[in-house]
């Protein structure tokens, strides 16, 4: 984990009085926040080391940001810097990913997790969530796992609170689709 206050990077410097309590201030919002990070960026597709090199490096872009940060959605805005650290990450192993769609408004759905069956084993849910496209993946990780709200989970990603609706949308229909048992189970089931 990073020890803040002696040194951030490799630059070396001495702060003022009025420092240590950002620095503490800073400490105390985002302890909480870690677990998810970690959780988010493991979503993102690193690996145990790289989501904590990928946490720290956001937490180190947040400490140095935080006299500009407005003081709202914490969370979201932590995801968004850790969002945008990976991407960078992605572009410069040159492996292009767009995670831009247009807009299409899709109907509004009764809530998904209701309806699913909880019978349904974790870990299927998890390795099937897994294999949905990185812009569905995401979009579920944040407004399903992680329960941001529609406008947190829409600053994180950086894109329209439409965008993030219309995905879920897609992504739950996706998930529902794959999680239903087929016609043969259903028979197995039956006998």
């Known amino acids: 984990m990073i020890a803040f206050g002696m040194q951030l990077g490799t630059a070396s410097y001495e702060k003022p009085m009025f420092g240590l309590r950002k620095e503490a201030d800073f400490e105390k919002a985002v302890k909480g926040e870690l677990s998810v990070l970690y959780r988010v960026a493991r979503r993102m ?3 145990p080391e790289e989501a904590e090199d990928l946490v720290q490096i956001a937490l180190i872009k947040a400490y140095t940001a935080w006299g500009r940060f407005d003081g709202r959605h914490i ?6 810097i850790l969002r945008n650290e990976r991407l960078m990450a992605i572009r410069s192993e040159k492996n292009e990913v767009s995670l831009d769609e247009p807009d299409a408004p899709e109907p509004v759905e009764e809530p998904f997790w209701n309806q699913l069956s909880w019978k349904l084993q974790v870990d299927r849910i998890m390795e099937e969530l897994n294999q949905l496209p990185e812009i569905y993946k ?8 992680e329960q941001l709200s529609y406008e947190e989970a829409a600053e994180a990603m950086d894109i329209p609170i439409g965008t993030v609706r219309s995905r879920l949308f897609r992504a739950r229909a996706m998930l529902r689709e794959k999680l239903e048992p087929t016609s043969e189970m259903t028979q197995e089931i039956a006998r």
């Open 45 to 47: 597709g690193c690996s």
């Open 75 to 80: 969370r979201s805005w932590l995801i968004r």
């Open 138 to 145: 995401t979009a579920i990780h944040l407004c399903d796992i």
